[in-house]
């Protein structure tokens, strides 16, 4: 049985049907109402993926996400939230989340949304890709950096991975999009560059590996060798 799907919603009625209608689709889901009600459930419980609320009653969004990715919580996290500007998208995948809905939203879209978030995060995994200090460890969601383990998102993970599987060539946005993300169109964000922004941070002195190619898209640089 999979791990529930934690639900951090204070609007009553929204939540409830919401988190009916996963139900009604096989999900296991748990609800808080609260940042810090999300936050215990995260330390206490295993969850397959987090879906958030930014308008919470006691703290906000932004810090949930935050502590949650802090406290090393490697799931997928989507943003349910009624913020629909640019910056605050970008803001929310730069901190760490995954994907983010506006609403109102289609409920139909929030499932599939979900479901590939969970389809990308439980792929089966493969043999370690390594760079020299640097392995992506697939059965995990980080990378080894000079013996050290790093959490990665899960969309962080599927992006490097998908570089380093193409390591060398240059791959457009619109290849990023469609491949590490499912977008058929344009998001209407930059989300790529956000999330190539935030795996860089993350990488420290490798980030030098990645590159931008300017009006082309991005590349993954260096030999690459099957790690163990």
């Known amino acids: ?50 879906i958030l609320d930014l308008g919470l ?48 939203f289609a409920f139909a879209e929030l499932v599939a949304r979900l479901r590939a978030l969970l389809r990308r995060a439980g792929e089966p995994r493969r043999a370690a890709l390594s760079f020299p200090d640097l392995v992506l460890k697939d ?9 050290k383990y790093v959490a990665l998102s899960p969309r962080e993970h599927a992006l490097l991975e998908f570089l380093a599987q193409r390591r060398g060539a240059v791959l457009s946005r619109t290849e990023i999009l469609s491949h590490v993300f499912g977008y058929h169109f344009d998001p209407g964000t930059n989300i790529v560059d956000v999330h190539v922004a935030h795996l860089r941070r993350k990488l420290g002195e490798s980030a030098g590996l990645l590159e931008t190619v300017r009006g082309l898209g991005y590349r993954l640089r260096g030999p690459l060798a099957h790690g163990s």
Request: charged share 20%; no cysteine.
């Open 1 to 50: 049985m999979p791990a529930p799907i934690l639900f951090v919603e204070d609007n009553s009625g929204l939540a409830t049907v919401v988190a009916r209608g996963l139900s009604e689709d096989g999900f296991e889901v748990l609800r808080e109402s609260t940042g810090a009600g999300a936050l215990a459930a995260l330390s206490a419980r295993d969850m397959s993926a987090v």
């Open 57 to 104: 009653p006691d703290m906000d969004g932004m810090a949930v996400l935050q502590q949650a990715r802090a406290g090393s919580f490697a799931g997928p996290i989507l943003i349910l939230t009624a913020r629909d500007a640019v910056a605050a998208r970008v803001a929310g995948l730069e901190a760490g989340a995954d994907d983010y809905l506006v609403k109102p």
């Open 139 to 147: 059965d995990a969601l980080g990378v080894l950096l000079e013996g």
